[in-house]
């Protein structure tokens, strides 16, 4: 994607440096290739004359059954995507020409879809969060505050990025309150939720509101493998199938293969299994990572610490992280500057970090936390 603000260009360069905090991937130990190469042979052999050929904009049919009967809803609400972004496009492009309006974000928030909706020209407001996530009670405020009507709120209400928090459930249950009063369109985006290393999850905003006016992402790059480029959408009945139409528009149909990959995966039963590996070693991951923040960052610190996801947000109060970050790539550790993950123009986030523990090992961890600090 083409990138334009000094905050994401600093994103690229530092992707190339030995202990990388910097980018949300998986280490290559969490892809689990030969399981993944097996199902491709088999799918392309037993299923071959439909995945190689052009078929349904909404996806191969047998995983786009599995999600509906995951999230019980019928299968024409469930369109599967080339990963959660590219449905990212296609949602708000659909609803700013249904609702034209500014887009409500949380502040911090994922800085590729501030990017795509900078580059449309969209207002985006930006809410306050806390370690309990996103406040309903802002977005209320904030709705009241104008008489024109916002497109829709964008939100990752568990193990966010990039901050790794998670909205509590009396705010979800006060989110869902907000959101009904002023009938406002939601998209909660939830990739990392099954992610979880510890903890009871707290039920979607989704299943809290009913799917009138939430739709909800998820993505398979986490728990699966982000090769597949495999995500879907549970969207509202009255959406499906302009969403629909808007990927048939794109692409007339997506990458079957894949997606026929990933139903295999799951046929074998091997979906759960590998969920729980990844838990695992993303858990000794964070603990390595937060350990390591406790024992050298310490003071005038504060870090969230998230019960799974990839990502923890430190802030390093007084410290200006966008210098920091090109005197940690020097010095050989990667980090992206918070300034990144908040609308251009705001100003916010000159003191925060995003720090993905997702990638490295937990040793290098401990090495590169150890290091950032001694560049404070
Ligand atoms: C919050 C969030 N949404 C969506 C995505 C996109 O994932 P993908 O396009 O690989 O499904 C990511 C990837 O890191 C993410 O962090």
């Given amino acids: 994607m083409p990138t334009t603000t000094p905050s994401s260009r600093s994103l690229d360069r530092v992707s190339a440096t030995p202990i990388s905090f910097a980018r949300g991937a998986p280490a290559p130990s969490l892809i689990p290739a030969e399981e993944l190469a097996e199902c491709a042979h088999e799918v392309a052999r037993r299923d071959g004359a439909t995945v190689f050929a052009y078929g349904p904009g909404g996806g191969y049919a047998p995983l786009r059954e599995w999600v509906a009967e995951r999230h019980d809803v019928p299968t024409e609400r469930v369109v599967l995507t080339v990963g959660g972004l590219q449905g990212f496009v296609f949602y708000a492009a659909e609803q700013l020409v249904r609702r034209p309006g500014r887009v409500l974000v949380e502040a911090p928030s994922y800085d590729r879809p501030l990017k795509v909706l900078a580059r449309e020209g969209v207002e985006i407001v930006a809410l306050p969060m806390d370690d309990e996530g996103l406040d309903p009670d802002a977005l209320d405020a904030e709705l009241r505050s104008r008489s024109d009507p916002a497109s829709f709120l964008y939100t990752i209400p568990t193990f966010q990025n990039p901050s790794g928090r998670s909205l509590s459930p009396e705010r979800r249950a006060r989110l869902v309150e907000v959101v009904r009063e002023h009938e406002l369109a939601v998209l909660e985006d939830d990739p990392y939720g099954l992610v979880r290393f510890e903890g009871a999850a707290p039920p979607s905003l989704l299943e809290l509101e009913g799917g009138t006016l939430v739709t909800y992402t998820s993505s398979f790059s986490k728990t699966v493998a982000p090769g597949v480029r495999t995500g879907y959408f549970v969207l509202p009945q009255s959406d499906a199938s302009g969403f629909e139409e808007r990927a048939v528009s794109t692409y007339i149909s997506p990458p079957f293969l894949p997606e026929a990959i990933v139903w295999e995966f799951i046929r074998r039963g091997r979906f759960e299994p590998n969920l729980e590996r990844v838990q695992d070693e993303l858990r000794s991951r964070r603990d390595a990572m937060l350990h390591a923040l406790e024992l ?81």
């Fill in 296 to 376: 050298h960052v310490g003071e005038q610190a504060t870090w969230s610490t998230p019960e799974g996801g990839y990502f923890v947000w430190l802030d390093l109060e007084g410290t200006d992280t966008n210098d920091l970050a090109a005197r940690a790539e020097e010095a050989g550790v990667a980090i992206v500057a918070g300034a990144a993950f908040f609308p251009r123009e705001s100003g916010l986030g000159g003191s925060a970090a995003r720090l993905a523990f997702s990638y490295e090992t937990p040793e290098r961890i401990g090495e590169g936390i150890e290091l950032l600090a001694s560049l404070r």
